[in-house]
């Protein structure tokens, strides 16, 4: 049962436009939201959260939006630079089964192409 | 360095023999979890620990995993009698509060 969805394995996009990665969760208890980025051989880095009493949370480069009814977020990248290729995960925090779980989804792999 | 550390970065093992990894959080943290990564999947979730209290187990960790985190600081996870589909990332974070968690490198086993 994946309560977090990232339905598209890759992305790619071209220098200096926008990278949008999509996230879908099923879960209402969720009420934080995270995203991370990997590079090969190497564990998640944090990059930016938002909390469920939030609509838009911006960072530099990077702005997670959150639509609540859609179940939805989403990463904007603006502009997108080479070393931005990485495998990005939406994780979402909330209680499951009576217990907070951090759960991610299944990732993104984002190209960055010159 | 203060961020997370584990050890080793890589374990290459033959199928049967036992293995245990090392987990360093961040000094001030009292969360601690570890997660296992295979390819193309995201990071689940095997165990969690609040202090030297563990406090959540996954249905994944078979009676051949055991966690400890025995002065609240670092952790261990031990594999015994291990199989082929144990092969994978073993990531360790760590947490203050239940917000942002911060990963190591990871553990990456190999099980031959």
């Known amino acids: 049962d994946q309560q977090v969805k990232q339905n598209s394995p890759s992305l790619s996009v071209q220098e200096g436009r926008i990278s949008i990665l999509n996230c879908d969760y099923t879960?209402?208890?969720?009420?934080?939201f995270l995203w991370y980025k990997k590079y090969p051989a190497e564990g998640p880095t944090f990059l930016i959260s938002i909390s469920s009493i939030k609509d838009k949370n911006e960072d530099g480069r990077f702005t997670v939006f959150l639509n609540k009814s859609a179940k939805h977020l989403s990463l904007h990248i603006v502009p997108s630079q080479p070393g931005d290729s990485a495998v990005y995960f939406c994780a979402a925090i909330g209680i499951i089964q009576g217990a907070q779980k951090l759960v991610f989804g299944q990732g993104t792999r984002l190209t960055i192409n010159p | 360095d203060t961020g997370v550390s584990q050890d080793p970065r890589h374990k290459i093992t033959k199928r049967g023999q036992n293995v245990t990894f090392r987990c360093d959080p961040i000094?001030?943290?009292?969360?601690l979890y570890w997660y296992r990564q295979t390819l193309g999947q995201g990071p689940e979730f095997l165990t969690y620990f609040q202090n030297e209290a563990q406090l959540e187990k996954s249905r994944l960790l078979s009676d051949r995993f055991s966690a400890e985190r025995p002065k609240g600081s670092f952790s261990t996870l031990e594999i015994q009698r291990t199989e082929q589909g144990d092969s994978a990332m073993y990531l360790c974070?760590?947490?203050?509060?239940?917000?942002?968690?911060?990963f190591g490198q990871g553990t990456r086993l190999t099980v031959v």
């Open positions: 974070a760590s947490s203050l509060q239940f917000t942002e968690a911060f």
């Open positions: 000094s001030e943290h009292n969360r």
């Open positions: 879960n209402s208890m969720f009420d934080y």
